[in-house]
Antibody
Framework: QLQVQESGPGLVKPSETLSLTCTVS??????????CSWIRQPPGTGLEWIGD???????SYNPSLKSRVTISVDTSKNQVSLNLNSVTAADTAVYYC?????WGQGTLVTVSS | DIQMTQSPSSLSASVGDRVTITCRAS??????LGWFQQRPGKAPKRLIS???SLQSGVPSRFSGSGSGTEFTLTISSLQPEDFATYYC?????????FGQGTKVDIK
């Protein structure tokens, strides 16, 4: 059964790059139907879609974040990565990865000096 | 971009009540809509996809309907574990968009 798990630093300094990894188990990121989404949720607020990546490596991003975000796939590690640069306090949120309806537990990232 | 308007933003209900939540899309999205439940401190869980297809393991008291621009999530008889926040998501086109959420709490 497909499972996904987010990991990465819980604290990032302003202006630096937030980097998270989503490890996929029970399925291959290389299969032709694979896709994965990143979603975030600032404290006390709703869900915000960040972007999607497909097995081919093609991506689609939220226009509000597009200039700062990169999502990539590492087939050798069966992982999907999220990079968000030039972060500010407004990027503080729980970050989720989700694939084929399966969500990870989320990881809280706080942006603070 | 497609906007999703969810209503109400919150509601109070009692165990056993019938609850209906609505999501409206700013343009037609066929049936490309999902419903998610989020309990406090937990990750969202998909309840319904394709507007009305119940996910495996989800109780049958949950149902979804609609197509085009108007969609509903119905809980036929609210149970204690259903007190949570519910979100809709359109995946007809990019950028994807969530509704603002509906918090269901105990009356």
């Amino acid at each position: 059964q497909l499972q996904v798990q987010e990991s990465g630093p819980g604290l990032v300094k302003p202006s630096e790059t937030l980097s998270l990894t989503c490890t996929v188990s029970g399925g291959s990121v290389s299969r032709s139907s694979f896709y994965c989404s990143w979603i975030r949720q600032p404290p006390g607020t709703g869900l915000e879609w960040i972007g999607d990546i497909f097995y081919s490596g093609s991506t689609s991003y939220n226009p509000s974040l597009k200039s700062r975000v990169t999502i990539s796939v590492d087939t050798s590690k069966n992982q999907v990565s999220l990079n968000l640069n030039s972060v500010t306090a407004a990027d503080t949120a729980v970050y989720y990865c989700a694939s084929h309806g399966i969500w990870g537990q989320g990881t809280l990232v706080t942006v603070s000096s | 971009d497609i906007q999703m308007t969810q209503s109400p933003s919150s509601l109070s209900a009692s165990v056993g009540d019938r609850v209906t939540i609505t999501c409206r899309a700013s343009q037609g999205i066929s049936n490309d809509l999902g419903w998610f439940q989020q309990r406090p401190g937990k990750a969202p869980k998909r309840l319904i996809s394709a507007a009305s297809s119940l996910q495996s393991g989800v109780p049958s008291r949950f149902s979804g309907s609609g197509s085009g621009t108007e969609f509903t999530l119905t809980i036929s008889s609210l149970q204690p574990e259903d007190f949570a926040t519910y979100y809709c998501l359109q995946y007809n086109s990019y950028p994807r968009a969530f509704g603002q959420g509906t918090k269901v709490d105990i009356k």
